[in-house]
């Protein structure tokens, strides 16, 4: 019985195979046609100019008329057609996009880049407070204020004082920046802004 009950699987597996045959292999692909190693490739003729919609028939006279009128105007007439035919027609006005801050290379925008960069100059809303010098007597005031207006510990802040002239605070407001001033100069040193 155990020797039948054996036999009975591999009997039902070559059956299945004698009727669906090898599964998921195939020796070579019958519709594969090798390329033509000596073939030379397709050239296509492409128009000059690529029109979805097909040649386009010529302009009517009355087109060719109104476009040799516009030329002959003065180039002031000439610049109050379009606003004008805007308004008629009911186009909205494109805006111009910025491209302050971006990097434009060699293409250099509609401006000439760096010329452009100084006739604009930005107000500055970020200042650095620096310590230019102090008196040697009010040394340790100086470390003290220094320490009252930022986060440093003593060695820091004293680190900090004598290697002056050095950044104290940074990116701070013109305000606090005059404050910090103020309380520096109170107490013998010097500090400028930038």
């Not at 009128?69 to 379009?82: K, M, N, S, T, V």
């Not at 960069?117 to 930005?122: Q, R």
């Given at each position: 019985?155990?020797?039948?009950?054996?036999?009975?699987?591999?009997?039902?597996?070559?059956?299945?195979?004698?009727?669906?045959?090898?599964?998921?292999?195939?020796?070579?692909?019958?519709?594969?046609?090798?390329?033509?190693?000596?073939?030379?490739?397709?050239?296509?003729?492409?128009?000059?100019?690529?029109?979805?919609?097909?040649?386009?028939?010529?302009?009517?006279?009355?087109?060719?008329?109104?476009?040799?009128?516009?030329?002959?105007?003065?180039?002031?007439?000439?610049?109050?057609?379009?606003?004008?035919?805007?308004?008629?027609?009911?186009?909205?006005?494109?805006?111009?996009?910025?491209?302050?801050?971006?990097?434009?290379?060699?293409?250099?925008?509609?401006?000439?880049?760096?010329?452009?960069?100084?006739?604009?100059?930005?107000?500055?809303?970020?200042?650095?407070?620096?310590?230019?010098?102090?008196?040697?007597?009010?040394k340790i005031k100086v470390i003290k204020e220094v320490r009252s207006?930022?986060?440093?510990?003593?060695?820091?802040?004293?680190?900090?004082?004598?290697?002056?002239?050095?950044?104290?605070?940074?990116?701070?407001?013109?305000?606090?920046?005059?404050?910090?001033?103020?309380?520096?100069?109170?107490?013998?040193?010097?500090?400028?802004?930038?």
């Amino acid at each position: 019985m155990k020797l039948i009950a054996r036999l009975r699987p591999i009997q039902t597996c070559t059956a299945l195979r004698e009727i669906i045959g090898p599964l998921q292999s195939r020796s070579f692909q019958p519709d594969f046609v090798p390329r033509d190693p000596n073939a030379k490739p397709i050239r296509y003729k492409y128009p000059a100019a690529y029109d979805p919609y097909g040649p386009r028939p010529p302009p009517s006279d009355k087109i060719v008329q109104l476009a040799e009128r516009i030329a002959a105007l003065a180039p002031e007439e000439r610049r109050q057609i379009g606003p004008l035919l805007r308004e008629i027609l009911r186009h909205p006005n494109l805006k111009q996009i910025s491209v302050e801050g971006m990097d434009l290379g060699a293409m250099g925008g509609a401006g000439g880049g760096p010329a452009k960069a100084e006739e604009k100059k930005v107000e500055k809303t970020a200042f650095d407070v620096k310590l230019e010098k102090f008196d040697a007597a009010s040394k340790i005031k100086v470390i003290k204020e220094v320490r009252s207006f930022t986060s440093l510990g003593l060695k820091e802040a004293k680190e900090l004082v004598e290697k002056a002239p050095a950044i104290l605070k940074q990116g701070v407001t013109k305000e606090e920046a005059n404050e910090i001033i103020e309380k520096i100069k109170a107490v013998g040193g010097v500090a400028v802004m930038e």
